[in-house]
């Protein structure tokens, strides 16, 4: 985590800087600009790579930067008068000397256009990048943006090689803190899922090539990249790949996918499906995933739960922490969603179900509230979930996990679909459900998050549920226990699913001395060693109080 670098931290901060002294106070706008300039930066680095690596592989790979660039307004223009740009020159090695005003023109007229042009006219990215503009009014900020990435770039290389962590995930970590400063927890509840969450998510479900993986309100792309991640390191193992160390919160990553064909590349690349509300996320989001190299991802501007999402039982794997504590207009909700709830963490839920086919996964979390809530919409969701599904997880997580953007309560809940929404259940899905109580995560619960010794409970939630069985965990005074559907399901448990209903807790007998023996000490606190005939003189204060009540408790 970033806040494990100072330096790297304090870099940004100063990127922050610029820009608010620059004139672009809004932190969204400011974040947007951020990331184009850093999107710049990493497809030249990532072109050079691949280039050097092609070269040494003797493999055949076309530079993003070879030939010349037309701008579209220009092409239909007769061919005399169209005006091709070297593409070299729009490299970030080779406008980054460049003086201050022809950068910013350089940059504003002809790199920018080309990055939104990227994948061709047809293609996702280019078409939720049409409106995107770049704003950024002073050359002498753009000279300074370019310079403190430079900078950020060179910490991040050197972090890298010291301490073992993939350069991608540093750089993860430098966008989550970025996003981070956008107003912490947006007004619907978003707000960002740490790193180390999403791959004990990734670890549980594990997810493999070929299946469809989704997120439906999925924000910068946190989830799908935490999928792609796991798929390309459970690729690399079986290919052998010999120097794959476990990172500082025990995971075992890379994003290395050279070891992937070029059929298994556009598989995985095809099989990773987003959605979000806001267009600025959609942006920031295809951006994320192309810098991770997943050249053209498929995130989409939409609200999954109004009436325009059609898509159902599509699904292999849905991995979502979808926004808590926002209502949605009554009338635009999905007619297929049949709670009858504004709430959308209720209807989120339900639409996951919704989108998974059978026998697919959902790993989600949910605010706590979610588990025992007693309206009648909480409970029809538990009971979906229970008699529909095959509720395999309950696992509360401290509520620090989020901070410092909240400090709310959650859970993750990981469930199998078994039974459609419009099937007779024949028989209840679920026979018993693990549950799992997170006390730490390997950083500390407080606003810093600052990395404690150890990995928490991560790796051990990991292990014990690949390895839960309702025979043997049947102790409830330990973190972890099953509970049968039965007792989830009788009159006095009715569908609750919070943890605290089922555990039992220890009570410790404690001895405690006797009054007048506390009183004798506290005396003699007062005034030492002195005998009673000594003390029946005291007249006043503290210890004459003290004796008379040693006096009436005897």
């Not at 962590?165 to 912490?184: H, K, M, N, P, R």
């Not at 899922?193 to 004990?200: A, E, G, M, S, V």
Request: aromatic letters at 8%; proline letters at 4%.
């Amino acid at each position: 985590m970033l806040q494990n670098s100072p330096e790297l931290k304090s870099k940004i901060d100063q990127l922050w800087n610029k820009f608010w002294s620059g004139g672009i106070s809004n932190p969204l706008t400011a974040i947007e600009q951020i990331t184009y300039l850093l999107f710049m930066k990493r497809l030249d680095e990532l072109d050079q790579k691949r280039q050097a690596d092609a070269e040494w592989t003797g493999e055949k790979y076309t530079s993003k930067f070879t030939g010349t660039w037309i701008p579209p307004e220009e092409r239909n223009w007769p061919a005399a008068e169209q005006r091709p740009i070297e593409k070299r020159s729009l490299r970030w090695s080779e406008f980054k000397r460049m003086q201050a005003e022809e950068m910013l023109q350089h940059v504003q007229g002809k790199v920018f256009p080309f990055l939104k042009d990227l994948n061709g006219a047809e293609s996702n990215f280019t078409h939720h990048m049409k409106n995107a503009v770049f704003i950024i009014p002073k050359p002498a900020l753009l000279v300074e943006a370019v310079k403190t990435i430079d900078d950020i770039f060179e910490v991040m290389e050197k972090d890298s090689k010291e301490k073992g962590q993939a350069f991608q995930d540093i750089q993860g970590d430098v966008y989550e803190f970025l996003l981070s400063e956008i107003a912490t927890a947006g007004k619907n509840g978003q707000f960002r899922t740490p790193r180390h969450i999403i791959k004990l998510m990734a670890d549980l479900v594990q997810p493999q090539l070929g299946h469809r993986i989704a997120d439906p309100a999925c924000g910068s792309g946190g989830f799908l990249l935490g999928a792609y991640q796991y798929i390309v390191t459970e690729l690399a193992k079986k290919a052998g790949a010999q120097d794959l160390k476990p990172d500082e919160d025990g995971f075992i990553r890379t994003s290395v996918a050279a070891a992937l064909t070029e059929k298994a590349q556009a598989i995985l690349a095809s099989s990773l499906c987003g959605y979000d509300i806001d267009a600025t996320m959609v942006r920031l989001g295809l951006m994320n995933l192309m810098m991770h190299g997943i050249d053209e991802p498929h995130i989409d501007y939409k609200d999954t739960l109004s009436k325009s999402y059609t898509e159902e039982a599509e699904y292999d794997i849905v991995m979502a922490n979808p926004p808590f504590t926002g209502s949605i207009d009554k009338g635009d909700i999905n007619e297929h969603l049949q709670l009858a709830t504004t709430k959308t963490e209720l209807l989120f839920v339900e639409n996951i179900y919704r989108l998974l086919k059978k026998g697919a996964t959902a790993c989600v979390i949910v605010p706590q509230g979610v588990l025992f809530g007693s309206g009648g919409a909480f409970k029809a969701l538990r009971q979906m979930l229970v008699e529909r599904c095959e509720l395999k997880a309950v696992i509360t997580l401290p509520s620090g996990v989020f901070r410092p953007y909240a400090g709310v309560s959650t859970a993750i809940l990981l469930f199998t679909k078994v039974w459609g929404p419009k099937d007779k259940v024949a028989k209840p899905a679920t026979e018993d459900v693990w549950f799992y109580e997170m006390a730490a995560d390997g950083y500390s619960l407080d606003d810093k998050r600052s990395k404690q010794e150890g990995f928490g409970d991560l790796q051990d939630i990991i292990v014990r549920y690949h390895a839960r069985n309702a025979s043997s965990d049947t102790n409830r005074t330990s973190k972890c226990f099953m509970v049968s559907r039965t007792e989830i399901a009788d009159e006095k448990n009715n569908f609750d699913l919070s943890l605290s209903r089922y555990k039992q807790d220890v009570f410790e007998e404690v001895h405690y001395d006797a009054p007048g023996v506390i009183l004798d000490r506290l005396i003699q606190a007062e005034v030492g060693d002195v005998d009673e005939a000594e003390l029946t003189k005291v007249q006043g204060g503290i210890v004459r109080q003290l004796l008379e009540l040693k006096g009436m408790v005897g």
